[in-house]
């Protein structure tokens, strides 16, 4: 039977409107890493988006200067990514991918492997970050397992790391809020101390000077630990979550070499810095670094629908290929690994991308989102910046006694007296705009901050 149309564009309509309007009630969603009551007496709604912009549900126009959460690369609403999701969810709205597939995930991971540095041919498919990062550390263990060094279990994180929230990820990450609750996380992880360092970096433009004997840490752990029992170690290049943290020059090229030296994986966890965030497709080739493993999300389907993928060399791959032609190479997957929504918005999301050089964007406008966002230097309370490709963070004095809440105030403000978008962590306002920004919004991003910094102080 085939619908009424006239019934069917009411539908549409009624659900629209619910999706504009504020809601009856706000009590049955449990909002992730939210203080749920604080949001709930002060809502920050966003309605629609388009381009640099939203609109919050009472009909003002925010300036997105965070690519809604470090995913929407390419801009709101591109035109290309919306035609391609709307016409494959009519073509074909889901086909499993074990044991059966269908043509699109074929299509995006051969894409991939073109954008991807070194031989890292080979891609997995998730749907998040978290997911990435648990498969990556599963394939890091299995991999040598196949290998006959199976005793090679023990994964290697850093302080202050980022991860996502599976468990995995939180064992190998390194923020204490993340973990403490979650009782013992995985057995047999390290930590590299953090390359944090405001007292000597301070106001560094790009990559900071000194901190380059961190990386022996990795030396160090080894002795610790013996090399014949670690299988991985993990890496944001660039993390941002936990405030925007830039690797030391040369640090990332030394733990390269201590890695090849004593036979451990190395995976960039470039959930944020992948996709033309800091100028490459990967922070990797920015940097000049290739790692084993990459993880991805976020932009690779320009957050419009959700999906994630791990990138594996060409040996890595290799090492689960010797079984039988009937054997299951991985016994690992999710059922909408490959999901043919996110296929077709991200394989729309890769063309806009190479269309319009949006990956160069960050190394044309480095050095004018740069001078912009250091020229906060001296305003009240901010004690560092940071930056690197199109990416940037403003650290605060914490107020005594009640640590976040200069940062948390900066960021209220900045949504209702500024129109603007931004992350907040702990006393760290980080930014990360779409890679489509004009000059003319890196001018509006550092005038209404600077203002609401003045009038927060
Ligand atoms: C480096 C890194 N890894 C993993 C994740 C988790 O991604 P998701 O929230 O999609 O699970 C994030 C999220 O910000 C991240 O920054």
Redesign the pocket.
């Known amino acids: 039977m085939s619908p009424d149309p006239a019934a069917t564009t009411a539908l549409a309509d009624y659900y629209q409107q619910q999706a504009t309007a504020k809601p009856a009630s706000m009590d049955a969603f449990w909002m992730p890493f939210t203080a749920n009551k604080q949001f709930k007496a002060a809502p920050r709604l966003l309605a629609s988006a388009s381009g640099m912009h939203y609109r919050d549900v009472d009909g003002r126009e925010i300036l997105d200067a965070c690519a809604g959460?470090?995913?929407v690369n390419a801009g709101h609403a591109r035109p290309r990514i919306v035609e391609a999701v709307k016409r494959q969810i009519e073509t074909l709205d889901f086909a499993p991918n074990f044991s059966m597939s269908s043509p699109l995930p074929f299509v995006l991971a051969q894409r991939l492997a073109e954008l991807s540095p070194g031989d890292l041919n080979h891609v997995f498919f998730t749907n998040?970050?978290?997911?990435?990062?648990d498969s990556a550390l599963k394939i890091a263990l299995a991999y040598h397992r196949a290998r006959g060094d199976g005793q090679r279990t023990r994964l290697i994180g850093r302080e202050k790391?980022?991860?996502?929230?599976?468990f995995g990820?939180i064992s190998v990450g390194g923020l204490p809020n993340n973990r403490k609750w979650f009782g013992p996380l995985l057995p047999g992880t390290d930590h590299l101390r953090h390359t944090l360092d405001i007292q000597r970096n301070a106001f560094s433009q790009g990559l900071p000077a000194h901190g380059l004997e961190l990386a022996e840490d990795l030396e160090r752990l080894v002795a610790l630990h013996d090399a014949s029992t670690i299988a991985a170690v993990i890496i944001?290049p660039i993390?941002?979550?936990a405030g925007v943290i830039l690797p030391p020059d040369g640090y990332l090229q030394r733990i390269r070499q201590i890695c090849d030296k004593h036979g451990i994986l190395l995976i960039f966890?470039?959930?944020?810095?992948g996709f033309g965030r800091v100028g490459k497709a990967f922070a990797a080739q920015r940097v000049g670094v290739t790692p084993d493993i990459i993880?991805a999300?976020?932009g690779l389907s320009n957050g419009c629908v959700?999906m994630?993928a791990v990138l594996v060399s060409e040996r890595i791959h290799q090492a689960f290929a010797q079984g039988a032609d009937n054997a299951i190479d991985l016994f690992h997957g999710y059922t909408y690994s490959g999901h043919p929504l996110a296929c077709a918005a991200a394989l729309a999301t890769l063309d806009t991308y190479a269309e319009e050089n949006l990956f160069e964007k960050a190394i044309e406008l480095g050095d004018y989102w740069q001078q912009a966002i250091h020229s906060l230097k001296g305003l009240p309370n901010v004690i560092d910046i940071r930056n690197y490709g199109l990416i940037g963070a403003i650290e605060f004095a914490p107020r005594d006694g009640a640590p976040g809440t200069r940062g948390f105030d900066v960021f209220n403000d900045a949504f209702h007296k500024g129109g603007m978008l931004t992350r907040v962590t702990g006393d760290v306002i980080a930014l990360s705009p779409p890679l489509i920004i004009e000059k003319t919004h890196i001018d509006q991003i550092f005038e209404r901050l600077a203002d609401i910094i003045r009038g927060v102080a």
Do not use: F, N, R
């Open positions: 959460l470090w995913c998040s970050g978290s997911e990435s990062v790391a980022y991860h996502g929230v599976g990820g944001e993390s941002g979550s966890d470039e959930v944020i810095t993880t999300a976020k959700p994630g």
